[in-house]
């Protein structure tokens, strides 16, 4: 019998989401001041009044309760869910208020797309879009990449952490407690803010001629949409805006680093070399990393696409990484990439779909799951071709030696499944609308795997079905379906519970 939700239930989920909305509003203030040193006082008058909205409703929410409620599993997950949800709500009003969207709907698409860090936009007239509303979209991807929940956690240590910490799709604990690890994380992303500004700026001021205020707004931008492997950036053109293959390697330095978990980023600070190579999650992500960008390669050279084996191998190295690593940056336009056919086209989508690493800000599969998937293929093909009451070891290296276990095994591939239908969802909804099968597969597995790469079916002319679509899409893979399962029960358990 399903149990009716109480009212001390929706005052837990209320109190940790009032929470979270507290550290949005906090956040609101960077576009605030950015507005007020531009002087852009229309979009000034729209971040006040989103802060203001975040404040309100978090104070609302939390100010009746003396001391922290424990959460429950549950709880947590309700309160991850709509955090991905409420948060672009109301964070895209001042997209919505700029002039530079069709409708709500679209600004809300891009606030979804850049807290997930998938990095579809349906901006229109982006290169015009005041700098301040640029500042927000990208501030966005950081604070997804980096989880409003982490950041919450960073500041109000309380019971339950854990679950919130798992609904955010992180099952890594680096240190002791969940707070610590949350705090390492922030650590991390401090510490590469400040080399990859001040590397991107110096090569955007001395290399491609940018004064010094455009070049850190360039840089910073460039760096929230690459660490946080978004996609978002300043120019309509992407990385392609820039034409310099010393910046587009920099930035690739960064999209590496975002798609690395943050169990491998603490074991490098610790010159734990050898452990990270012995992963089985290295070990996969690298290999199939390999795979796509030769696959793409040779498709790129049977089309004769390139005429010189230095563009073929820029374009189609920086393509890949971006795939691979749920980035989404691009040097060549929507149009150009939709033109590469055949095993180019298909090594993107593979990649797109594999993703990065676990507990990292990448999105897709996932290379843990990949490699934990074959290799269980392979236990039972030795089992299955060994003598009856032959041993297979069942062992695998991933930060020590570990079983992979039957109820790990079915994890896996459930999880592995789940995202396979919900790229197939995508795939049927445009095919519906007459966009041709391996762009509607292509499109839907950079919204399902929160990559950002478009070939053009993204659009703001796009049927509404579809944009719904891709948004539901961007959400649950973001969440890892877990959290979206569990709002799913508890509204199910409200309306038909006893």
Known sequence: MLIRPVRDDFVTIGFYLGRVFAVVAAASGAPIVWALFEREWAPLGSF???????????????RNVRRPPRLDWSHGMVVVALTWLVVP?????????????????????????????????????????AGSLNFWRHLL????????????????????????????ARDERILPSVTSTARFIWAVAIVHLVAGVVVLGTIAWQHLGFGPARSFFHA???????????GF???????GYYHSAVFEAFTA?????????????????????????????????ISTFALTLVLTIIGLAVAGTYGSVFGLTRQGLFQVLSAHSGTGFATVPPV?????????????????????????????????????????????????????????GRGYYQSGKRRLTTDIAQSVMVASLLYVALYLLGTGIALAYGVPLDRALFESVSAGANVGLSVGVTDPS?????????????????????????????????????
């Open 48 to 62: 006040l009044m989103m802060a203001g909205i975040f404040a309100v409703v978090g104070v609302a929410l939390s």
């Open 89 to 129: 709500l109301i964070g895209s009003l001042p997209l919505a208020m700029s002039g530079h969207f069709g409708n709500p709907l679209d600004a809300f698409f891009d606030a979804m797309s850049g807290l997930t860090t998938t990095g579809l936009a349906l901006v229109q007239d982006l290169d015009h879009l």
């Open 141 to 168: 991807h950081f604070l997804g990449g980096q989880g409003i929940i982490i950041a919450a956690l960073s500041l109000f240590a309380g019971g339950g952490a854990i679950t919130l910490y798992l609904g955010e």
């Open 220 to 230: 910073l931008m460039i760096f929230f949409a690459g660490f946080d492997t978004g």
């Open 233 to 239: 950036s300043p120019m309509s053109t992407s990385v």
């Open 253 to 285: 330095v960064l999209m590496v680093a975002g798609a690395m978990s943050f169990g491998v980023h603490f074991a490098l600070w610790k010159g734990r070399r050898r452990e990270v190579l012995a992963n089985l999650e290295s070990r996969t992500i």
């Open 336 to 392: 150009e990439l939709a033109a590469w056919s055949g095993l180019a086209f298909g090594g993107m989508a593979i990649a797109m779909a594999l993703g990065g690493m676990g507990s990292s800000t990448a999105g897709g599969v996932k290379a843990l799951r990949i490699g934990l998937t074959l290799k269980t293929i392979a236990i039972e093909v030795k089992e299955m071709l060994l003598p009856e009451g032959a041993v297979v």
């Open 462 to 498: 796009m049927p509404v079905l579809l944009e719904v679509t891709y948004i539901l899409q961007m959400w649950a893979g973001r969440l890892e379906f877990v959290a979206l399962f569990a709002l799913l029960g508890f509204v199910y358990a409200w309306v038909r519970g006893r």
